[in-house]
């Protein structure tokens, strides 16, 4: 059974102030961004990006709306795919939730975009079957995160009860980062296919009000971060939703945001577009299980963005 109803105490559609916080971080990209080179695995042999780095925080009060960007369509219709960019992103992080890490699983939670970065050269050269993120990726991490005493250790799980038994703690914080399966060199092979990007995240309850601050090492702000938006602001939603409290602020912060040069095309149409107003989101209030959430549950309505802009590069 579904029962969708908006758990955000939401302004209504006329009164949200149309939020710039995205637009004014690709245009200080490329007003100040040092230009720093790609040297593999990119869309080129060599790809150039514009990067800041340090602290870019993005703070959306969920009053204000969904924090869904307007500057192009992320609810295009999809007739290669099932499932259009906003369902994928919180499938995503379902999945990853629920220990996915495979490329069958990941589809089967509906998430078809990893298929590039985990081909049978890249997996091989990691020494994982092909389709495998590997014992270092996201849903690894977060579902099955290894202990010295080889129990696997579930961070979602101990989050949820910690967060019911001592809401008051600043110690709320999750990591999808392994590091002996990350680091690169001399005699060390990386077994993951993708360094997390994203996921790093401090919980803070404060009068009963969830705030979700998640940190993000690397973001790719024209392709990756709308979609990171997207499913981390829903987490929010889910978190609070299964401890009893208001999901209040989603606050995005970026150590290393970046932009390629065969993006600016790209990002040059979205900064001449106006924002609008954030979008609702509703939330199927009858699962209580932060697991059993799926990109099903959740119900887009008052959405109206610009277009969608085809052809924009994405790393791989």
């Not at 220990?99 to 050269?125: I, M, N, S």
């Not at 085809?310 to 791989?316: A, L």
Request: with cysteine.
């Amino acid at each position: 059974m579904q029962k969708f109803e908006n758990i955000v105490p939401m302004k209504p559609l006329k009164k949200r102030t149309p939020d710039n916080q995205y637009k004014e971080l690709l245009r200080e990209i490329l007003e100040k961004g040092i230009k720093a080179d790609f040297k593999s695995g990119a869309v080129g042999p060599d790809v150039d990006a514009l990067t800041l780095v340090g602290p870019r925080p993005m703070r959306f009060r969920l009053e204000n709306g969904f924090p869904m960007i307007t500057e192009r369509n992320m609810d295009p219709k999809m007739s290669a795919l099932p499932v259009t960019i906003w369902r994928q992103a919180i499938a995503e992080i379902c999945a990853f939730i629920n220990g996915a890490r495979t490329v069958e699983k990941l589809e089967e939670f509906g998430v078809y975009w990893w298929k590039d970065w985990c081909t049978e050269k890249k997996c091989a050269k990691r020494g994982l079957p092909t389709g495998d993120l590997g014992p270092g990726s996201y849903g690894a991490a977060f579902h099955d995160f290894p202990t010295s005493e080889g129990i696997p250790f579930n961070q979602f799980k101990n989050i949820i009860e910690q967060i019911k038994e001592e809401p008051q703690l600043r110690t709320h914080f999750i990591s999808p980062w392994i590091p002996q399966y990350i680091g690169r060199g001399k005699n060390k092979i990386q077994k993951v296919v993708v360094c997390p990007c994203h996921g790093w995240l401090n919980i803070r309850i404060i009068g009963g009000k969830l705030i979700l601050n998640m940190i993000q090492r690397s973001g790719d702000v024209p392709i990756g971060v709308p979609s990171n938006m997207v499913q981390y602001a829903a987490l929010t939603m889910m978190l609070a939703h299964a401890t009893n409290t208001i999901p209040y602020e989603y606050v995005h912060t970026i150590s290393d945001a970046h932009i390629y040069i065969d993006q600016i095309p790209a990002v040059e149409k979205m900064l001449e577009r106006e924002s609008r107003a954030f979008p609702t989101m509703k939330m199927n209030i009858e699962k209580k299980d932060l697991f059993d959430f799926r990109k099903e549950d959740f119900e887009l309505s008052d959405y109206n963005p610009h277009p969608g802009i085809k052809g924009i590069p994405v790393m791989i």
